[in-house]
Structure formats: structure tokens, C-alpha cells
T-cell receptor, first 114, second 112 residues
Framework: AQSVTQLDSQVPVFEEAPVELRCNYSSSVSVYLFWYVQYPNQGLQLLLKYLSGSTLVKGINGFEAEFNKSQTSFHLRKPSVHISDTAEYFCAVSEADSNYQLIWGAGTKLIIKP | NAGVTQTPKFQVLKTGQSMTLQCAQDMNHNSMYWYRQDPGMGLRLIYYSASEGTTDKGEVPNGYNVSRLNKREFSLRLESAAPSQTSVYFC???????????FGNGTRLTVT
């Protein structure tokens, strides 16, 4: 993947509302796709991944993402957010022939409003 | 199960000083990585080690050196620190290159 774009640097949303965090990538070859979450003052942890198969993948904490090859997108969604979802979310992509090195988006801060 | 352990958690250096960041993983992973995280720039790969005995440059290797001491440990050395190296440094490991990364909690480094 030559680049990964997370279109929003911050997304404010009310508690219990749905949320979508957007991720687009540029690549002409097969890719693996990941979403990671970083809680304040912690390292990153895997939220979900797409390697192959069904384009709708489910992760931890009620999050899911859909791989759209034609749109080169991998948007993250949750139907109802909780205050504990406050964190920064990173999209990452690796190309199957690139020694699997990850290309990272700049991150999206999810801000939950009470 | 500790996962990936980084030391120290915080460090302040003066320009020109040297230091080594330590990283150890207890998951028997083959691959290990060093990233730096700067606001608005996501994570940038400094160096990685695909397997014990090998190391390779990442996106931003200048000013850094690494050592894969054994399968568990992967250290990052700043020989002559510069203010541009002020950042949060993360070590990560994975079973193989295509598998998900496990991160440490980071080292916050300030160079004055």
C-alpha cells in the first residue's frame, strides 16, 4: 500500500449514537487490513483484521468493518458507542508482496460526548 | 503473561546524549519492530527484525541503531540524541510478518 488515509482526525459523537470511522488506502495488489485502538497512555491493540474471505469482519467491543475492494476502503463502525470507546483508532494496511510491512493512517480520535 | 515490555517508560535527554531503549517479549514471536509516534503522523517504522539474527531499516532509520539480542529482546539505540527525536517510541512483536502486532506501552522520550 502506498498510502492510508483516515479522513477525519477527530470524530465527536454522543454516547449511544452510531459511529463510522473512515479509512481509504491506495494499492493495486492484494492487501491485509487492520484496525488498532489506542487508549490514553497505552500501546495499540488489535481491534479487528481482514485477511481474506467475508468482507464484513467483526472485532472486539462491538466494532465491525467492511472491506470494499472497488472503493479501496475499510471503514470501521459501531452501532452504539459507550464512553469507554474514547480512544484513538488507527487503520493499517499491508500488501501481500511487501514483506508484510504495515502502512499506517494518521489516526482518528473518537470523542464521546455524554 | 506480560506480552511486550518496554523500559524505561519516560526519559529526558540533552542534545548529544546517548541511550538505549529496551524491549522484551514473552510470546515466542519471530518478528519485532520499533516505531515512533508523533502527533498527526500515525506510526512510522524505524527498524524491524523479521527473525532472530536479522534487522532491516524501516521508514525513518536515520539517527538510530538496533540490536536483536536474542529471540526475546530487541533494543533501540540513539547514539547522539537530537530534539527531532522527541517522540513516543513503541516496540511491537508478531508471530510472523503478516500476523497482528502486539505493542508495548511505549517510552516517552524528550530531547532538550
Amino acid at each position: 500500500a502506498q498510502s492510508v488515509t483516515q479522513l477525519d482526525s477527530q470524530v465527536p459523537v454522543f454516547e449511544e449514537a452510531p459511529v463510522e470511522l473512515r479509512c481509504n488506502y491506495s494499492s493495486s495488489v492484494s492487501v491485509y487490513l487492520f484496525w488498532y485502538v489506542q487508549y490514553p497512555n497505552q500501546g495499540l491493540q488489535l481491534l479487528l483484521k481482514y485477511l481474506s474471505g467475508s468482507t464484513l469482519v467483526k472485532g472486539i467491543n462491538g466494532f465491525e468493518a467492511e472491506f470494499n475492494k472497488s472503493q479501496t476502503s475499510f471503514h470501521l463502525r459501531k452501532p452504539s458507542v459507550h464512553i469507554s470507546d474514547t480512544a484513538e483508532y488507527f487503520c493499517a494496511v499491508s500488501e501481500a508482496d511487501s514483506n508484510y510491512q504495515l502502512i499506517w493512517g494518521a489516526g482518528t480520535k473518537l470523542i464521546i460526548k455524554p | 503473561n506480560a506480552g511486550v515490555t518496554q523500559t524505561p517508560k519516560f526519559q529526558v535527554l540533552k542534545t548529544g546524549q546517548s541511550m538505549t531503549l529496551q524491549c522484551a517479549q514473552d510470546m515466542n514471536h519471530n518478528s519485532m519492530y520499533w516505531y515512533r509516534q508523533d502527533p498527526g503522523m500515525g506510526l512510522r517504522l524505524i527498524y524491524y527484525s523479521a527473525s532472530e539474527g536479522t534487522t532491516d531499516k524501516g521508514e525513518v532509520p536515520n539517527g538510530y541503531n538496533v540490536s536483536r539480542l536474542n529471540k526475546r529482546e530487541f533494543s533501540l539505540r540513539l547514539e547522539s540524541a537530537a530534539p527531532s527525536q522527541t517522540s513516543v517510541y513503541f516496540c511491537a512483536s508478531s508471530e510472523f510478518g503478516s500476523t497482528p502486532l502486539h505493542f508495548g506501552n511505549g517510552t516517552r522520550l524528550t530531547v532538550t
